[in-house]
Each structure stands twice: as structure tokens, then as C-alpha cells.
């Protein structure tokens, strides 16, 4: 079947652990994003990549950060420089460039202790 | 400003009813994307519907219509004969500028359908 995944669902984390959230995507999308959601609130963007090995940061990147080696996969670090790392982390990707439609993961949930 | 703005926290309505979820937008960029997801309980975000800037026309997926008034500003979401599993968050997000770029969200609606 073809779609975004990310693992794992729950994640729990010591503070001052970095931690590698994974998001992969067999859709054959060029572009890939990571968001964060707090409760009560929408989406905002970390970082966002258009191509293999380029990405660009997003509105809130301090103390992420992202690679992408392969079209397939852009997984996200959140690190301990992230002062407030709890919170839903949900990647998308997209293909369409007049629309930029973006189709997103499960989400992982991570909490830090 | 806020660029996306929800003024509904939470809407009721009953089944098999119509219900419009507001959402107001800023921009100053004449090219540009809105969009409208849903995300039930379990968290993944569904995208529904998609406006461009330059559609001349409404848009409209099954039991979605998007209500585009562009001198207004805004890009109300239309549910027609609600269904219980209508439940769930809806954002409003918009895209400024073409080709691959960033979503700008709102805060969402919460829309309850009762029996």
C-alpha cells in the first residue's frame, strides 16, 4: 500500500536525550515536511525539504534538525536544545507543485520526561 | 495578523444536517493555495478540499464545498448531511507563492455531530 509512515506512535524520552523521529513515504513525493502540534493549537512548520539532500528551515527549527539522503525517508531529531519538546509531531509530503497538496502520517506523539 | 483565522472553537450540529466552518484569511501575495484538513481523535490530519487563488469556480469533493470569496477573504468549509463520523477537528490552511512551499495553519474547529 502506498503512503506516509512514521515511527513510532508513542515515544518517551529522558530530557537532555536527543531522539530521531522516522517518517518514510513510498508515494514517489518529491517534497517532505515536518510540523509540530500543541495542544489546542494548528500546525507549525520545523523544516521542509524539495529535493534529496536540500532542506530548508521552518518557522520554528531551533533545536531540530533533518536529513534527507534518500527521496523515500527525511527523518527528524528533535534535540536536547529543544527547550519544550513535548508535543505531535506529524510529517507530509507532495508531489503537486500548482498545488503543493500536502498528505500527511499517523504522527508520533513524543513525550519528554 | 494572524494569517489564518478560525473564530468557531467548537460547532454542534445535528446528523444529516449542513454545518459552515468559518476561516478568514491575509495575504498579500496574488497566488495562492487554501486548504481544508480534518483530524478526527486518532490525530493523522485528512486533507478534504483545496481553493486556488485563480479558480474561477467553488470547489467541490462529495460532501465538501468550499465557499471562496475572494474580495472577503474568506473560504468557509461547507458540510452538507453531516454524518456522525464528521466529528472531529477541522483546520483551514493556506499556501502563498507556487510550487512547493509551506502550509500556514489556523487553530481549528472542533465539530460535534449529534444523533
Known amino acids: 500500500d502506498g503512503g506516509i509512515t512514521q515511527s513510532p506512535k508513542y515515544l518517551f524520552r529522558k530530557e537532555g536525550q536527543n531522539v530521531t523521529l522516522s517518517c518514510e513515504q513510498n508515494l514517489n513525493h518529491d517534497a517532505m515536511y515536518w510540523y509540530r502540534q500543541d495542544p489546542g493549537q494548528g500546525l507549525r512548520l520545523i523544516y521542509y525539504?524539495?529535493?534529496?539532500?536540500?532542506?530548508q528551515k521552518g518557522d520554528i527549527a531551533e533545536g531540530y534538525s533533518v536529513s534527507r539522503e534518500k527521496k523515500e525517508s527525511f527523518p527528524l531529531t528533535v534535540t536536547s536544545a529543544q527547550k519544550n519538546p513535548t508535543a505531535f509531531y506529524l510529517c507530509?509530503?507532495?508531489?503537486?507543485?500548482?498545488?503543493?497538496?500536502?498528505?500527511f502520517g499517523p504522527g508520533t506523539r513524543l513525550t519528554v520526561l | 495578523a494572524q494569517k489564518i483565522t478560525q473564530t468557531q472553537p467548537g460547532m454542534f450540529v445535528q446528523e444529516k444536517e449542513a454545518v459552515t466552518l468559518d476561516c478568514t484569511y491575509d495575504t498579500s501575495d496574488p497566488s495562492y493555495g487554501l486548504f481544508w484538513y480534518k483530524q478526527p481523535s486518532s490525530g493523522e490530519m485528512i486533507f478534504l478540499i483545496y481553493?486556488?487563488?485563480?479558480?474561477?469556480q467553488n470547489a467541490t469533493e462529495g460532501r465538501y464545498s468550499l465557499n471562496f470569496q475572494k474580495a472577503r477573504k474568506s473560504a468557509n468549509l461547507v458540510i452538507s448531511a453531516s454524518q456522525l463520523g464528521d466529528s472531529a477537528m477541522y483546520f483551514c490552511?493556506?499556501?502563498?507563492?507556487?510550487?512547493?512551499?509551506?502550509?500556514?495553519f489556523g487553530k481549528g474547529t472542533m465539530l460535534l455531530v449529534s444523533p
Open positions: 507530509a509530503s507532495s508531489m503537486d507543485r500548482s498545488t503543493d497538496t500536502q498528505y
Open positions: 490552511a493556506m499556501r502563498e507563492g507556487q510550487g512547493y512551499s509551506t502550509l500556514t
Open positions: 481553493q486556488g487563488s485563480y479558480d474561477q
Open positions: 525539504s524539495q529535493i534529496v539532500n536540500d532542506f
